[in-house]
């Protein structure tokens, strides 16, 4: 399930880049659709896998709920050139855009497909569909936003990904609805203003980035499976900031642009949305605690058929990274006098 860094591979690597860059770039809506169509004919090869049968029957799911938010953009831009003077019906196709990209983003009520996917996939295809998949779609969703309708995304974004985690064992699963908690940040970022957006995204890429490649690097996809590696402490403390980053508690790095957001969006007097958000991010805290818990607390003896297959510099890795983490907050805190 790793991802091998073969030609084919590397040809549709790099079509999946230029076809974000296509629709960004893009003046008009039928180009935007043109290179959304291009980065799914090229994310579908680098997920099948045909030795996996769980990778190729992620591939079909995903294709077939692009392909239906693609027909539903499709046909909203086509009545938006023909009914352009109807506010009525501008007002029902600025809704008809916004939820199809909100589909093909893995957001609530549309999100059942998400969990399923993720599950099937590696670790690396799984950053790939977390970050950079969620490029586009944000940035066609900023050129025709419906407020009220992205007001009701978020609040049911954040309870949705912050429910949904609760009960879940597999790694993937939960990682997947916190990147549903994380898509009604995003979106609230959004709303305030581009740049926001752009370094919240950096920010969550570069958390997750972390997480993903220890749990790649360890073999791991199921909560139990941290507690019988005996893993070594740095490691678990590494996990132990990264994942309370990423859960956005002071003073780590991942709080920093949530809190720009909670004061523009008490600025912008939206309390009842900041106040739910915050109370998600708790219960969000909680199963990310729960991760690192069985980690700390459950150790096994080490079997003899047990070896970890990573590198010094691995380590050497990752425990720069999250002390980066804990020392990114006071730069950011610094660089506000």
Same mark, same amino acid.
Not at 134 to 163: D, E, Q, W
Not at 289 to 314: A, D, V
């Given at each position: 399930?790793?991802?091998?860094?073969?030609?084919?591979?590397?040809?549709?690597?790099?079509?999946?880049?230029?076809?974000?860059?296509?629709?960004?770039?893009?003046?008009?809506?039928?180009?935007?659709?043109?290179?959304?169509?291009?980065?799914?004919?090229?994310?579908?090869?680098?997920?099948?896998?045909?030795?996996?049968?769980?990778?190729?029957?992620?591939?079909?799911?995903?294709?077939?709920?692009?392909?239906?938010?693609?027909?539903?953009?499709?046909?909203?831009?086509?009545?938006?050139?023909?009914?352009?003077?109807?506010?009525?019906?501008?007002?029902?196709?600025?809704?008809?855009?916004?939820?199809?990209?909100?589909?093909?983003?893995?957001?609530?009520?549309?999100?059942?497909?998400?969990?399923?996917?993720?599950?099937?996939?590696?670790?690396?295809?799984?950053?790939?569909?977390?970050?950079?998949?969620?490029?586009?779609?944000?940035?066609?969703?900023?050129?025709?936003?419906?407020?009220?309708?992205?007001?009701?995304?978020?609040?049911?974004?954040?309870?949705?990904?912050?429910?949904?985690?609760?009960?879940?064992?597999?790694?993937?699963?939960?990682?997947?609805? &916190?990147? #549903? =908690? +994380?898509?009604?940040?995003?979106?609230?970022?959004? *709303? $305030?203003?581009?740049? %926001?957006? @752009?370094?919240?995204?950096?920010?969550?890429?570069?958390?997750?980035?972390?997480?993903?490649?220890?749990?790649?690097?360890?073999?791991?996809?199921?909560?139990?499976?941290?507690?019988?590696?005996?893993?070594?402490?740095?490691?678990?403390?590494?996990?132990?900031?990264?994942?309370?980053?990423?859960?956005?508690?002071?003073?780590?790095?991942?709080?920093?642009?949530?809190?720009?957001?909670?004061? &523009?969006? #008490? =600025? +912008?007097?939206?309390?009842?949305?900041?106040?739910? *958000? $915050?109370?998600?991010? %708790?219960? @969000?805290?909680?199963?990310?605690?729960?991760?690192?818990?069985?980690?700390?607390?459950?150790?096994?003896?080490?079997?003899?058929?047990?070896?970890?297959?990573?590198?010094?510099?691995?380590?050497?890795?990752?425990?720069?990274?999250?002390?980066?983490?804990?020392?990114?907050?006071?730069?950011?805190?610094?660089?506000?006098?």
């Amino acid at each position: 399930m790793y991802f091998s860094f073969n030609s084919p591979k590397m040809f549709f690597f790099f079509i999946l880049i230029f076809s974000t860059l296509i629709s960004i770039s893009s003046n008009s809506w039928l180009g935007c659709w043109i290179g959304l169509e291009i980065n799914l004919l090229s994310f579908i090869p680098l997920i099948s896998n045909s030795n996996n049968l769980l990778s190729s029957e992620a591939s079909l799911k995903y294709f077939l709920t692009q392909s239906i938010a693609s027909i539903n953009f499709l046909t909203s831009i086509i009545l938006k050139m023909i009914l352009f003077k109807n506010f009525e019906m501008n007002l029902f196709l600025s809704i008809m855009i916004n939820s199809s990209m909100l589909m093909k983003m893995g957001s609530t009520p549309c999100h059942f497909w998400f969990p399923n996917i993720m599950e099937g996939l590696s670790w690396f295809n799984n950053f790939i569909l977390m970050t950079w998949q969620k490029i586009t779609p944000m940035i066609i969703l900023s050129y025709y936003m419906n407020m009220n309708f992205i007001y009701i995304m978020i609040i049911s974004n954040v309870i949705i990904g912050a429910i949904g985690g609760m009960n879940q064992t597999s790694l993937r699963k939960l990682m997947a609805f &916190s990147s #549903i =908690n +994380n898509l009604g940040w995003m979106l609230s970022a959004l *709303m $305030i203003s581009e740049n %926001l957006w @752009i370094f919240y995204l950096f920010i969550y890429s570069f958390m997750i980035s972390i997480i993903f490649f220890l749990f790649n690097m360890m073999n791991m996809f199921f909560i139990n499976q941290l507690f019988i590696n005996n893993m070594k402490s740095m490691i678990k403390i590494s996990l132990m900031i990264n994942f309370l980053s990423l859960g956005g508690l002071p003073p780590f790095i991942g709080f920093f642009p949530k809190w720009i957001i909670i004061n &523009s969006m #008490i =600025n +912008n007097q939206s309390y009842f949305v900041i106040l739910i *958000m $915050i109370m998600m991010s %708790l219960i @969000i805290l909680f199963y990310y605690i729960r991760i690192i818990y069985s980690s700390f607390m459950f150790n096994y003896f080490k079997m003899k058929w047990f070896k970890m297959l990573s590198k010094n510099k691995n380590f050497m890795f990752i425990n720069m990274t999250s002390f980066f983490s804990i020392f990114g907050m006071i730069i950011s805190t610094f660089s506000f006098y």
